[in-house]
T-cell receptor, first 115, second 114 residues
Framework: NAGVMQNPRHLVRRRGQEARLRCSPMKGHSHVYWYRQLPEEGLKFMVYLQKENIIDESGMPKERFSAEFPKEGPSILRIQQVVRGDSAAYFC?????????????FGQGTRLTVV | AQTVTQSQPEMSVQEAETVTLSCTYDTSENNYYLFWYKQPPSRQMILVIRQEAYKQQNATENRFSVNFQKAAKSFSLKISDSQLGDTAMYFC???????????FGKGTRLHILP
């Protein structure tokens, strides 16, 4: 059973370009979470999705950021018109349910560098 | 709002020694879960240990154990017989039973010295 798969592992974008980060949850998991980690910081919650639904996007910046988790295929975190401050590691996690006692499994992250 | 505080940005100990990482948190909730995650240089987030707030008994996983003091809102991690492979960032984290967001502390960078 493969773990949470994120790709690409590393992504370099010029300012103003779009960044697309992909996350395939573990088999049987229908809950996906995205987190952002700045250098020397902990992980900050961005968005929580279930299939075809955004459940909680309270951690998402109001502009340029969007996320989806379609019925088929991976979850996508999209950042439009990237700026230097978007440079960070972006982690995806998945779980079977949204109950607190269910373990969330993390992918290895995508390190986005904006030049 | 819930917060998680790790007051030790960095620590170093000799191999085979015991080390304790501190964590405090703030919440008005009564039901919640606490976690310690390990992040080695590979960046993979690995769950080390989990504690349910309603359980008085401290969780233990092999060389890893916690000291959970609910009244003091303290959740420290003890690593016994430390090994070189324990070198990593360690994050304390919190989640409410009814909520979906894991809230992380800023982490403690632990170096195990040969």
């Amino acid at each position: 059973n493969a773990g949470v798969m994120q790709n690409p592992r590393h992504l370099v974008r010029r300012r103003g370009q779009e960044a697309r980060l992909r996350c395939s949850p573990m088999k049987g998991h229908s809950h996906v979470y995205w987190y952002r980690q700045l250098p020397e910081e902990g992980l900050k919650f961005m968005v929580y999705l279930q299939k075809e639904n955004i459940i909680d996007e309270s951690g998402m910046p109001k502009e340029r950021f969007s996320a989806e988790f379609p019925k088929e295929g991976p979850s996508i975190l999209r950042i439009q018109q990237v700026v230097r401050g978007d440079s960070a590691a972006y982690f995806c996690a998945s779980s079977r349910t949204d109950r607190g006692n269910t373990e969330a499994f993390f992918g290895q992250g995508t390190r986005l560098t904006v030049v | 709002a819930q917060t998680v505080t790790q007051s030790q940005p960095e620590m170093s100990v000799q191999e085979a020694e015991t080390v304790t990482l501190s964590c405090t948190y703030d919440t008005s909730e009564n039901n919640y879960y606490l976690f310690w995650y390990k992040q080695p240089p590979s960046r993979q987030m690995i769950l080390v240990i989990r504690q349910e707030a309603y359980k008085q008994q401290n969780a233990t996983e092999n060389r890893f154990s916690v000291n959970f003091q609910k009244a003091a809102k303290s959740f420290s991690l003890k690593i016994s017989d430390s090994q070189l492979g324990d070198t990593a960032m360690y994050f304390c984290a919190f989640i409410m039973n009814r909520d979906d967001k894991i809230i992380f502390g800023k982490g403690t960078r632990l170096h195990i010295l040969p």
